[in-house]
């Protein structure tokens, strides 16, 4: 079956953050193969690209002017391992909180701690995911990625993906020359609990099991309880999870600060950083809760922002701009985003 490269296609129901806006040209990538025959196309040569996947991390501004490809390529194969894990490979546009539910369920934990976050297998490295103190750096194998210079598909190892704090050298793309097209993951065999995050020990606690004694479907369970009090379900309102990065300073610039502001949240890191809560932050701005037009910041998690309903991206952007001036002003943080925001407007 030839592709469909479709025309003037509205992207509101690829984003969670239910922004209206449309794709010029969309086609969505079942295959590796495909993109050779999508990107071939004379009616889209020149023209720039965005890969897209569950849309849960990003925020359009403007009508896209150029191709979306929507990557949409299933599968779940388990691979020879090395003895110490299992080698899980997905293909890129599987849905990552169900791929993690479903390995919780068939006994092949190790993903756990990483239940519930929104998105496609896809876009996990290029973002890093992380959470309750595991890192996807930590189960990742191997990255298989489409590159357009050659026409063929490559497997990455970890050190050539640049995996950072939600960074990776994905998000340095120019434009659709490297697609993720699947994901093979490290499962442990002798697994042990990750539960040194606080939340998740207190959450644990309450749950009457203690830490150190916690199997996979307590840490699952009590992740996915913790998400679903903090984050709005994009369902019932728009938005992109956690919108800003939680910025690391210096020991000595968190020393200062915390002489100014005794209860300021923040976390040890190795080197002698330390990374500061991004939602208390915005929350000691007084800005928890507040709505600009049709925008606002969420009341249960500062950190996300949401669309009340009918934002524009636009809106949305302006309120972000003022949350980080805000921060700026009272604490001299700088605020980056999380969130990939696409649009003219963007770097205005």
Not at 113 to 133: D, F, K, M, S, T
Not at 266 to 284: D, M, N, Q, T, V
Request: glycine share 12%; hydrophobic share 40%; aromatic share 6%.
């Amino acid at each position: 079956m030839p592709y469909p490269l479709q025309e003037q296609v509205s992207l509101r129901p690829f984003n969670t953050f239910g922004i209206d806006v449309r794709a010029r040209w969309y086609a969505p990538v079942r295959r590796a193969a495909d993109l050779d025959e999508i990107l071939g196309d004379g009616r889209i040569r020149g023209l720039p690209r965005l890969v897209l996947g569950g849309g849960s991390n990003v925020l359009f501004v403007d009508d896209y002017p150029g191709v979306v490809l929507h990557i949409d390529i299933p599968g779940c194969e388990e691979l020879d391992g090395d003895g110490a894990d299992r080698l899980l490979r997905a293909g890129a546009g599987v849905s990552w909180p169900a791929l993690v539910e479903q390995l919780v369920r068939d006994g092949a934990p190790g993903l756990e701690n990483l239940a519930l976050i929104p998105g496609r297998v896809g876009a996990a490295p290029i973002q890093n995911i992380g959470a309750y103190g595991l890192e996807l750096a930590e189960r990742l194998h191997t990255v298989s990625v489409w590159e357009a210079a050659s026409g063929t598909t490559r497997d990455w190892t970890v050190e050539e993906c640049g995996l950072g704090y939600r960074d990776s050298a994905f998000k340095r793309d120019a434009g659709g020359e490297r697609v993720i097209v699947a994901v093979t993951l490290r499962l442990p065999r002798r697994w042990q609990p990750v539960t040194g995050y606080v939340e998740l020990e207190r959450e644990l606690s309450v749950r009457g099991i203690a830490p150190g004694d916690a199997g996979p479907h307590d840490i699952f369970d009590a992740v996915c309880a913790l998400r679903r009090r903090k984050l709005p379900d994009p369902l019932d309102l728009g938005n992109a999870g956690s919108f800003f990065k939680n910025p690391i300073v210096s020991r000595a610039r968190h020393a200062e600060l915390i002489t100014h502001f005794p209860s300021l949240v923040s976390y040890p890191l190795a080197g002698g950083r330390c990374k500061l809560g991004a939602g208390w932050l915005i929350e000691a701005c007084g800005l928890k809760g507040c709505t600009r037009g049709r925008a606002g910041v969420f009341e249960r998690q500062a950190l996300v922002l949401v669309n009340r309903g009918g934002a524009a991206g636009r809106e949305v952007l302006a309120l972000a701009r003022e949350v980080q001036a805000r921060v700026l002003e009272k604490f001299g943080v700088v605020l980056e985003p999380e969130v990939r925001i696409t649009g003219a407007q963007a770097g205005a």
